[in-house]
């Protein structure tokens, strides 16, 4: 069978993009069903804020979730079903990721990692809030930030520790003092590295 180049081409490229597409739906499809183990009764608003996932499409993946019996909608409101919970609950219990990192010749988990290469960026660079926002956006992290106003990161942890609190922890910047979250998944590291080798030159094995 003969097929023309140019067909051929184009046919490779809309299977290119159809994989994105799938790759990008079902991530949003995890951070959907992660936030709801925790915020159940959530509206899609809620979700957009905190996943980064688009409105439209909050609607569109729960859709799907509800057809997968994953997902209960009722009154505009998204809810884990009891098997979703108790799936998801097992996955956060047995599939946690305990990965150590080099970093100036210490062994650090994914979350002591991120305190460490904020503490040196912030060392380096005495910036502001806003400086240090924009060098690593809430989006990284979308349920936390990397980083929050210490008396409000506190105010997070009463329940279970968020953030990095300790007062040897603690990050005091230009304008105000701040604390690190905790919260960081095999999943967003990697962009938190690749941001930080980016604007600071950290490189992390």
Same mark, same amino acid.
């Given at each position: 069978?003969?097929?023309?180049?140019?067909? =051929?081409? =184009?046919?490779?490229?809309?299977?290119?993009?159809?994989?994105?597409?799938?790759?990008?739906?079902? #991530?949003?499809?995890?951070?959907?069903?992660?936030?709801?183990?925790?915020?159940?009764?959530?509206? #899609?608003?809620?979700?957009?804020?905190?996943?980064?996932?688009?409105?439209? /499409?909050?609607?569109?993946?729960?859709?799907?979730? /509800?057809?997968?019996?994953?997902?209960?909608?009722?009154?505009?409101?998204?809810?884990?079903?009891?098997?979703?919970?108790?799936?998801?609950?097992? #996955?956060?219990?047995?599939?946690?990721?305990?990965?150590?990192?080099?970093?100036?010749?210490?062994?650090?988990?994914?979350?002591?990692?991120?305190?460490?290469?904020?503490?040196?960026?912030?060392?380096?660079?005495?910036c502001t809030a806003a400086q240090l926002k924009k060098a690593f956006p809430d989006t990284l992290v979308p349920m936390y930030g990397v980083f929050a106003d210490a008396a409000a990161a506190k105010r997070a942890s009463t329940k279970k520790q968020r953030y990095f609190t300790a007062a040897d922890q603690l990050i005091q910047l230009k304008d105000k003092t701040v604390a690190?979250?905790?919260?960081?998944?095999?999943?967003?590291?990697?962009?938190?590295?690749?941001?930080?080798?980016?604007?600071?030159? =950290?490189?992390?094995?």
């Amino acid at each position: 069978m003969f097929f023309h180049k140019k067909s =051929y081409l =184009y046919m490779l490229n809309q299977i290119n993009i159809k994989n994105r597409i799938m790759k990008s739906t079902s #991530a949003s499809k995890d951070k959907i069903l992660h936030f709801l183990l925790k915020h159940p009764n959530s509206d #899609a608003k809620k979700i957009e804020k905190a996943t980064g996932v688009a409105f439209i /499409q909050v609607y569109s993946i729960a859709g799907k979730l /509800q057809k997968e019996n994953r997902v209960v909608i009722k009154n505009k409101l998204f809810s884990l079903t009891s098997a979703a919970k108790r799936q998801a609950k097992k #996955a956060t219990n047995f599939g946690r990721d305990f990965s150590k990192y080099n970093f100036n010749g210490q062994k650090l988990r994914k979350g002591q990692l991120v305190l460490a290469i904020v503490s040196d960026f912030v060392n380096k660079h005495k910036c502001t809030a806003a400086q240090l926002k924009k060098a690593f956006p809430d989006t990284l992290v979308p349920m936390y930030g990397v980083f929050a106003d210490a008396a409000a990161a506190k105010r997070a942890s009463t329940k279970k520790q968020r953030y990095f609190t300790a007062a040897d922890q603690l990050i005091q910047l230009k304008d105000k003092t701040v604390a690190v979250t905790n919260q960081i998944s095999s999943k967003n590291i990697t962009g938190f590295l690749s941001i930080a080798k980016k604007v600071g030159g =950290y490189r992390v094995k």
